[in-house]
């Protein structure tokens, strides 16, 4: 593990860089040529109708927030539809797995925990909690990219002093904070939220392993079947659903800002464990849809099939590396038929193999899928640039290359037409706030929305007169940058952050140097 965590004084702010990333080398990533891909034209699949498109909004420098019917409303299911408002609710959002705990640390002293597939494949984690402009830049930024709906791990957390609870029969409340801001912020943008409850794989979250783990049972599949180890796995959800958030003082159980529980991440667990966990979620919580963690993707199609008629079963979903046509189709028909909800949990958006991104989303939208979400969202940093990961699944808005600016604007399209929306051109990018000058090097942690950033200086003040010395020249890959025409003496600096569009937004603070 590379971990540098170096602590910054001014605006309690911090740098950072790790490697300590999560890994979907799980996912099969070949395309399996005996089935070829049909084109977009040749696919059976259920037609809908489009509302028309609502006129582009007036700028507005922070995303929309939620009025209060959305905010006050669950999301609920009629057949193999989900309703809003008693409106059809179809959306597109992304994965942003960390809102829980990060494996991108935040402090100059994060904890490590093991991870990998296996027991005999351990890597060191270092784990740490997002910070609450981490969490909010990453929500505005989903919003602004048109997400109505984000899954997380959030409440994925066993096993480590951070988590939610550290040991068996332990609980750590405080764990809580960063994962009630986010759903409060998430209220606040108008964003639902899909919850996994446990974790197939070895991350650093925790996962199935460590509910077996702690039971001294070297077979972490008997979490499915080890009555001891459903009774304590039941205690944890049962502490997850009743928790009060102490933003909103909304217990779980009651928050429409959560869609549906997850049973868990990529499960491949027996019928009769779904229907005895699924029964007793509902048991608890009455108000939330229930999802099944049994996922399918382009090879495995049959995963969730035994589980269609389990009653306390709301929505199934499919994860796909690459995207694959074909197999959606299947799975898609496969739930319809059993009048049952489809979304896509997770997919590849940054990939040449298997089917083109466009094909993939066009033939989304033209189906009966509610809800896609692409893997996964990563925010700005808190000091400058964008919190790093070495993986290619890592999305930056607007894009890092040419290529994933394009591809991100087919995401962003994609989202608003899910929902019968024109993509807006006039939203403001948000505030951009100047962290640290160091010689002529100016550091400023980004705005939601930036694409390119202008900087201005002043030799006679804070109250100017001000030069533009970088007329949209810097972009959150150029930070810290570097004032070559820099004078002697003392100046002072504010930026502010054009969007895609050139929609200017507001200043940032102004530093003196």
């Known amino acids: 593990m590379t971990l540098i965590a170096i602590l910054i004084a001014v605006a309690s702010c911090f740098w950072f860089v790790s490697d300590g990333n999560i890994h979907r080398t799980n996912v099969r990533q070949t395309i399996i040529a005996e089935n070829p891909t049909p084109s977009i034209n040749t696919l059976h699949v259920p037609k809908i109708s489009y509302p028309t498109p609502t006129p582009t909004p007036t700028p507005t420098a922070e995303p929309t927030a939620a009025t209060g019917t959305t905010q006050n409303t669950f999301v609920t299911r009629s057949g193999s539809s989900l309703l809003l408002n008693g409106?059809?609710?179809?959306?597109?959002?992304?994965?942003?797995?960390?809102?829980?705990?990060t494996d991108h640390p935040t402090t100059a002293n994060p904890i490590s925990v093991m991870s990998g597939p296996s027991r005999s494949s351990q890597t060191p984690n270092s784990v740490d909690y997002p910070t609450q402009f981490q969490i909010k830049d990453a929500l505005q930024t989903a919003q602004t990219m048109g997400a109505t709906v984000i899954r997380s791990f959030a409440v994925?957390?066993?096993?480590?002093?951070?988590?939610?609870?550290?040991?068996?029969?332990t609980f750590n409340n405080n764990a809580f904070n960063t994962i009630d801001y986010a759903i409060q912020q998430a209220r606040t943008y108008g964003i639902k939220l899909i919850l996994p409850l446990v974790d197939n794989w070895w991350y650093y979250t925790g996962g199935k392993h460590t509910f077996t783990a702690w039971e001294n049972d070297s077979n972490e599949n008997d979490f499915y079947t080890n009555v001891t180890v459903i009774a304590q796995f039941e205690a944890y959800v049962s502490h997850i659903l009743n928790h009060v958030n102490t933003y909103t003082g909304i217990a779980y159980k009651n928050d429409p800002t959560i869609m549906a529980w997850e049973t868990g991440n990529e499960l491949s667990a027996?019928?009769?464990?779904?229907?005895s966990i699924t029964t007793y979620i509902k048991g608890i919580d009455q108000n939330h849809l229930v999802m099944d963690g049994n996922y399918e993707q382009a090879d495995e199609l049959a995963n969730f099939l035994p589980d269609l008629n389990i009653k306390t079963v709301d929505i199934y979903t499919g994860h796909y590396y690459p995207p694959t046509i074909s197999a959606l189709q299947t799975e898609v028909n496969q739930v319809t038929n059993a009048q049952k909800v489809f979304i896509?949990?997770?997919?590849?958006?940054?990939?040449?193999?298997?089917?083109?991104?466009?094909?993939?989303?066009?033939?989304?939208?033209?189906?009966?899928?509610?809800?896609?979400?692409?893997?996964?969202?990563?925010?700005?940093?808190?000091?400058?640039?964008?919190?790093?990961?070495?993986?290619?699944?890592?999305?930056?808005?607007?894009?890092?290359?040419s290529d994933m600016q394009s591809r991100v604007s087919l995401l962003r399209t994609h989202a608003y037409r899910m929902q019968g929306l024109s993509v807006p051109t006039a939203t403001l990018p948000g505030i951009p706030y100047i962290t640290e000058i160091n010689g002529?090097?100016?550091?400023?942690?980004?705005?939601?929305?930036?694409?390119?950033?202008?900087?201005?200086?002043?030799t006679q003040g804070v109250n100017g007169p001000w030069t533009v010395i970088c007329n949209r020249c810097a972009t959150d890959l150029s930070t810290p940058w570097s004032d070559t025409t820099q004078p002697s003496g003392a100046v002072a600096y504010r930026v502010r952050a054009y969007s895609v569009s050139g929609i200017q937004g507001p200043y940032s603070n102004i530093y003196a140097h």
């Open 156 to 169: 994925e957390s066993v096993g480590c002093s951070l988590c939610i609870e550290p040991n068996l029969g």
């Open 87 to 101: 409106q059809p609710f179809r959306f597109s959002g992304a994965d942003i797995y960390w809102l829980g705990l």
């Open 440 to 458: 002529n090097a100016v550091s400023w942690r980004g705005a939601f929305g930036a694409d390119t950033y202008t900087v201005e200086r002043s």
């Open 344 to 401: 896509v949990g997770e997919y590849d958006w940054n990939t040449t193999q298997g089917d083109s991104l466009s094909n993939f989303l066009s033939s989304i939208s033209q189906s009966s899928v509610a809800g896609d979400m692409y893997w996964s969202l990563f925010p700005h940093d808190n000091n400058h640039g964008f919190v790093a990961n070495t993986e290619h699944f890592t999305l930056h808005y607007p894009g890092d290359t």
């Open 270 to 275: 027996p019928s009769s464990w779904v229907q």
